[in-house]
């Protein structure tokens, strides 16, 4: 069977990866001239987020073969609201990874196993290729082939302004800052690379990429974020739902796919698992979307979540961060290993604003 992946970006390489271990030699398509975004930054896996998998490395190494290595474990989240700050501590709560071109990102280390050819400097478009392949995985990482196939339905679009910092971290703590004055509903976040070098990240909703420098500026002078700025990036992504994920021979997967939730932009680790499961799909001749059913289930909830966080003023975020701080939440949030998101749904459904 022919199968040709646009993208080599984690889901595409995952999806590869799991295709040859089922003895399908993919083609793999890639606009830039080599792997990895050309942004260097720190992710996270949150594993709060895809229970009830619990931690998400170890599923990708037992149940799809896919052997990562972190950046660091996550031990500290620093959750700021406008007058309070709330330290959650365990050793439960997932993994930075390293995202861009150096070996260690997470991009290198799936295409490190890779003996399928991969066709560089090449924008491929899945129309084309579908008349070529048996299959087509589109795996861009972007809302374009969806909306070409009329899959697409946006609800919001963000705009994302990025900074690779210089100073002192401590490599096992992510530090998130929600407050409406320079984030509407999205938030900022400050990522550690290594003990000296950070990502710092602002993700604001419902604005034009040219205000985007105002919000930034903000967004560093109240959180007091004064570091040494290497580079800065800026993008915009846009959210919103694709309603079915296989027309034809065309399987999309990733963030292409709609496997990404709005709740935190995470979409690491369902993209790779989609990847997985499209590979499987094709392989077995299954039925792909069934077989995406829970991831998608997932994201819904996820994105629900979103939605109720999006209605919160500063005050409303203060309450929120002031109990989600207290003891007895914070454990069973962080320790239990029961799923709380529908609890946080609960509590967030008897604001009132
Ligand atoms: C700033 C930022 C921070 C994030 N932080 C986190 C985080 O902390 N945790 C988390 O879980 N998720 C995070 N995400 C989301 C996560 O990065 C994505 O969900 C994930 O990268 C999706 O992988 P992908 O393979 O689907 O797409 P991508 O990683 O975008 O890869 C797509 C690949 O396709 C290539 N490509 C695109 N178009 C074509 C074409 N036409 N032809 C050939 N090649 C093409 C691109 O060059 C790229 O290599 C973040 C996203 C952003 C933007």
């Known amino acids: 069977m022919r199968v040709a992946i646009i993208g080599a970006g984690p889901s595409g390489l995952a999806c590869a990866l799991q295709l040859q271990r089922l003895g399908i030699k993919p083609v793999v398509f890639e606009r830039f001239h080599r792997v990895g975004h ?4 720190a992710d996270i896996l949150l594993h709060l987020a895809w229970l009830p998998v619990k931690d998400q490395l170890d599923y990708l190494a037992r149940k799809c073969g896919l052997y990562l290595h972190p950046m660091a474990p996550l031990r500290t989240i620093i959750m700021y609201s406008p007058s309070r700050r709330m330290v959650i501590r ?9 995202r861009g071109r150096s070996p260690l990102s997470i991009e290198n280390q799936l295409a490190a196993g890779l003996s399928s050819p991969v066709v560089f400097d090449t924008i491929a478009d899945p129309r084309d290729l579908a008349r070529e392949f048996d299959r087509v995985v ?10 070409q196939l009329g899959l697409w339905e946006e609800y919001d679009s963000v705009v994302i302004k990025g900074a690779l910092v210089l100073g002192q971290f401590d490599p096992h703590t992510f530090h998130m800052f929600w407050d409406t004055r320079y984030a509407n509903h999205g938030y900022g976040y400050l990522a550690p ?6 990502s710092i990240h602002l993700c604001v909703g419902g604005i034009k990429p040219e205000e985007m420098d105002d919000y930034w500026e903000l967004f560093l002078e109240a959180e007091k974020l004064h570091y040494h700025i290497i580079e800065t990036h800026e993008q915009q992504f846009h959210c919103g739902r694709v309603n079915r994920r296989q027309v034809g021979n065309i399987l999309l997967i990733g963030n292409s796919g709609g496997f990404v939730c709005n709740l935190l932009g995470l979409g690491l680790f369902p993209g ?4 997985v499961l499209a590979a499987r799909a094709i392989a077995g001749n299954d039925d792909y979307e069934r077989l995406v059913k829970p991831l998608t289930r997932r994201i819904n909830e996820l994105n629900e979540l979103r939605s109720k966080l999006d209605k919160l003023d500063n005050h409303g975020l203060d309450r929120l961060v002031g109990i989600l701080g207290m003891l007895g939440i914070k454990h069973l949030i962080y320790h239990s290993g029961l799923d709380i998101i529908p609890k946080i749904y609960a509590i967030l459904s008897g604001f009132k604003n």
């Open 38 to 41: 050309p942004v260097e930054r």
């Open 90 to 98: 365990s050793r439960r709560l997932g993994y930075l990874v390293h």
């Open 138 to 147: 589109v795996a861009t990482g972007d809302s374009i082939p969806a909306r």
């Open 193 to 198: 690379l290594d003990r000296g070098r950070a």
């Open 272 to 275: 790779m698992i989609s990847g």
